[in-house]
Every structure is written in structure tokens, then in C-alpha cells.
């Protein structure tokens, strides 16, 4: 295990979005096929397997085709030649806009990038300075070769300490546990599905919670970026998803006195575009979201960066490259095009908002401060403009090495309060990452 370590915090700045109002033009859902790419009803694993002649089109029709799908001309730069992945998307997160994609509809095995709809679906669950204690049973069930962040039985552990668990290390032992506390895996899978569907995210099947290799379980570029977005609204889920490195309870040990002390133990981020490799630097922006790797999946990747005031996602999916971090390097590329694009290339369809927010009403499992309901922040986040850079911890494990800050009430909201239907839906309170001089963690 490592020692733990004091870690530094990056600087931080922090400022509300704010977009001009745009007609909100959703595009009627579209029923998706079956959630297999073969006739057995499995996913299809290989690399080469080509994708379906007919996907949903969601979003707009071009994101329906298969292929790479871009609006060229004059002063947009050309897309990377040398990125592998089955499917991608690169997008605008805060106007919705998709600025290009290959395949981006095709439904692929996610790995654990469906842990962001694990918390996007329970974070509003749980306190998270609530305590649980393990049990056997809560550990049942979880598949050979899984992720793990170390949980014991009979230890207690606080949602947060579970939480940093699923984002940092993807364990499949917090989601277990996370699932145990929601009335099992099964409720889990359940409700994880409905709020796929609330989400638009019509291209999901769930049939695990934490990602590990199910048959029939599938999700695409497209909807993991909706999902990425959706969970982005939470200022819980933005804090552990961008966090670098934390400290997570031990197991209870006798010391040399016979006195039973616990010690932490360090936990790095596998999310290698925010902490580092030895052949992937930290992308400059980077503020999250989930990586996952599994036999059938490949390694997949959601992520979000920031610079000169353009937020995007990109999304990368099974690059069929069999090189070391080759998911974190083709998405700097694409992160690298979509930056120089934005503003510049005409966009080829667009991200749908949730139902609710569609229909004119509140996104669930957020309240108008952007934070998830029920967890808040557990005392840590810092209110009005205060970001939680700024904020002390109230553990040695909470939001070290942050590379997004959190704040308050800041979710925009028209003069009658309702949700903003009228415009493409926004982020409500991104953050600005300053890069601080000499930081090349």
C-alpha cells in the first residue's frame, strides 16, 4: 500500500455559464433495436465487427448512420486521422450541440462508465456522511476479476468513503455496497434503467450496476455522453469524479499496544487524463468522468475538459488499437480537434435533453443548486461563490486534488423559476480550470 500523502490542491476558478436563449428543438425518440449487435443476443466483442446498418437517430439523423459523421469546410480543421475506436462523439456540453461522431448510436458492452449511471441514479440517495457497516451478503455476487477499492466485511465505511471508491478506483465492491444500501442489485438495475429512459438514453440496458460484462448490457457514445451530462448537474458527482487521489479506510489492525487503530491508505484515480501516466500527461482542462476496460467492452471513456470558455465531452469507445492508454490518448486527439472546431464547424446533431426537462419540468435528482438532493455536500461544499478548493475537508479522504470546483445556487433559472425549456440545457454552474503555472501533475 502507499503512504498516504499530503496532495496538492490545483487552482481553481469559478463561473456560471451563461447562454443565450435558443429554441429547444427535441427530436421525437426513437425506438432503438433489441440490445444486442448479434444474433445470440449477446454484445458483440470483436473489433472488427462492423455496426448495424440501422441505429437510432435520436439527436438527429446523421447520428443515426454509421460511419464518421462531420460538417467540413473551410477554417475547421481536419478530424485526427489515427483514432481506432467503434464509436465516439465529441460535443458541446453546454449548448448540446454534437460537433462530430462515428457510430455514435451503436450499442456497445460500456464497462465501467456505466458507474456514472450508477451515480447519477443513487447519489441523491444517501447522506454522505451517512455509516454502513458490511456484511457478507453485501459482497455477493460480484464478478471474477472485478475492480476493487478494498472493502472489508464488518468494517464501517460512510457513503462517502463508498462513493470515492466507485469514481477513483472503480470498485465493484462500493457498488455492491451502494446497491445493498438501495434494497439490492436487482432495485438497483431497476431503477437504473427507468432513469436511462428519463434520460433519453434509450440506447442502455442495464444488467449489472457496476459495468462488468453481462449479456444483453449495452449502452453507446451517445448515451454515455447524456449520461455524463446528466450526472455533471450534481455538485457531488462533478467533486468525486475530478478528484485526483484521496485516502480510504483500512482494515482494523491491532498495533504493537494491542490498541485497534485503522489505518487510511492512498487511492489514485484510473481516469489517466486526470492523473497522469508515464505515456499520458494530465490533458490540461480535464475535469473527469469515467473510464472503464472489461473483455467484452474494451477500454471505453467518458470525459469533460475546459479551455478558453468551451466545455466538451468526448466519449471513446473500444479503440480497436491494442496499445498502452490508447482510450486517454485517442480522446486528447479528439479533445484536441474539438477545441480548435468549436465554434468553427457546423454541428451534425445535437444532445436531447431528459424528458422532464423536454416537458417543462425540474431534472430529478437535482435541485436548484445543482447538487444531488439527499447527499448535498456533506458540509464540504462551500456556498455562493466559495469554491470548494477554499473549503476545508471533513475527513482525510474528501475532495483531495480536485481539478473542478463546486459551488451553490447558481443554476439559472427564467424570472418564474421554471426550468429553462425555452434554450438547449446548460450545465448550470461549470467551472474554469486556471492552469497554475508549472503544474504539470
Given at each position: 500500500?502507499?503512504?498516504?500523502?499530503?496532495?496538492?490542491?490545483?487552482?481553481?476558478?469559478?463561473?456560471?455559464?451563461v447562454l443565450s436563449s435558443l429554441a429547444l428543438a427535441a427530436p421525437a425518440a426513437v425506438a432503438a433495436p433489441k440490445p444486442s449487435d448479434s444474433p445470440s443476443g449477446s454484445p458483440s466483442a470483436s473489433p472488427s465487427a462492423t455496426p448495424p446498418a440501422t441505429m437510432s437517430s435520436l439527436g438527429g439523423a446523421r447520428l443515426g448512420r454509421p460511419g464518421t459523421q462531420v460538417n467540413l469546410a473551410s477554417g475547421?480543421?481536419?478530424?485526427?486521422?489515427?483514432?481506432?475506436?467503434?464509436?465516439?462523439?465529441?460535443?458541446?456540453?453546454?449548448?448540446?450541440d454534437v460537433l462530430a461522431s462515428h457510430n455514435a448510436h451503436w450499442r456497445l458492452p460500456p464497462a465501467s462508465t456505466l458507474k456514472m449511471l450508477f451515480a447519477d441514479t443513487l447519489l441523491p440517495k444517501f447522506p454522505s456522511t451517512a455509516k454502513h457497516k458490511v456484511v457478507p451478503s453485501d459482497l455477493a455476487g460480484i464478478g471474477a476479476g472485478s475492480?476493487?477499492?478494498?472493502?472489508?466485511?464488518?468494517?464501517t465505511y460512510t457513503v462517502h468513503d463508498l462513493w470515492l471508491g466507485v469514481f477513483l478506483r472503480?470498485?465493484?465492491?462500493?457498488?455492491?455496497?451502494?446497491?445493498?444500501?438501495?434494497k439490492g442489485v436487482e432495485n438497483t438495475v431497476k431503477e437504473m434503467n427507468a432513469h436511462a429512459e428519463e434520460l433519453q438514453a434509450l440506447d442502455t440496458h442495464v444488467v449489472t450496476p457496476d459495468g462488468y460484462d453481462a449479456e444483453g448490457q449495452v449502452s453507446s457514445a451517445y448515451d454515455l455522453t447524456l449520461i455524463a451530462r446528466s450526472g455533471l448537474q450534481k455538485k457531488d458527482f462533478r467533486e468525486y469524479s475530478s478528484t485526483v487521489s484521496a485516502k480510504f479506510p483500512g482494515a482494523t489492525e491491532k498495533n504493537k499496544k494491542g490498541k485497534s487503530v485503522r489505518k487510511p491508505f492512498e487511492i489514485q484515480n484510473t481516469n489517466r487524463l486526470?492523473?497522469?501516466?508515464?505515456?499520458?500527461?494530465?490533458?490540461?482542462?480535464?475535469?473527469?468522468?469515467?473510464?472503464?476496460?472489461?473483455?467484452?467492452?474494451?477500454a471505453t471513456f467518458t470525459g469533460v475538459a475546459e479551455r478558453n470558455g468551451k466545455v466538451l465531452l468526448v466519449t471513446v469507445m473500444n479503440p480497436e488499437k491494442d496499445e498502452h492508454n490508447e482510450v486517454y490518448k485517442e480522446t486528447a486527439r479528439l479533445f484536441d480537434w474539438g477545441f480548435k472546431a468549436a465554434g468553427k464547424v457546423q454541428p451534425v446533431g445535437e444532445l436531447v435533453?431528459?424528458?422532464?426537462?423536454?416537458?417543462?419540468?425540474?431534472?430529478?435528482?437535482?435541485?436548484?443548486s445543482g447538487e444531488a438532493g439527499g447527499s448535498g455536500d456533506g458540509g464540504k461544499a462551500g456556498t455562493g461563490s466559495k469554491p470548494v478548493a477554499s473549503a476545508s475537508a471533513a475527513d482525510g479522504s474528501s475532495g483531495i486534488g480536485t481539478a473542478l470546483g463546486i459551488t451553490g445556487g447558481v443554476l439559472l433559472l427564467l424570472a418564474g423559476g421554471a426550468f429553462?425549456?425555452?434554450?438547449?440545457?446548460?450545465?448550470?454552474?461549470?467551472?474554469?480550470?486556471?492552469?497554475?503555472?508549472?503544474?504539470?501533475?
Open positions: 500500500m502507499p503512504a498516504p500523502k499530503k496532495t496538492a490542491r490545483r487552482s481553481l476558478l469559478v463561473t456560471t455559464a475547421v480543421p481536419v478530424l485526427p486521422k489515427d483514432v481506432s475506436a467503434r464509436s465516439w462523439i465529441v460535443s458541446d456540453a453546454e449548448t448540446g475492480s476493487m477499492v478494498g472493502i472489508k466485511e464488518e468494517e472503480s470498485g465493484n465492491d462500493a457498488v455492491h455496497v451502494l446497491s445493498a444500501m438501495n486526470l492523473s497522469g501516466d508515464s505515456d499520458v500527461p494530465v490533458y490540461q482542462g480535464i475535469a473527469g468522468v469515467k473510464n472503464g476496460n472489461t473483455t467484452n467492452a474494451g435533453p431528459p424528458k422532464s426537462a423536454a416537458q417543462g419540468g425540474d431534472r430529478p435528482g437535482a435541485n436548484p429553462l425549456v425555452n434554450r438547449r440545457w446548460p450545465l448550470p454552474d461549470l467551472v474554469r480550470r486556471r492552469a497554475r503555472s508549472g503544474d504539470d501533475n
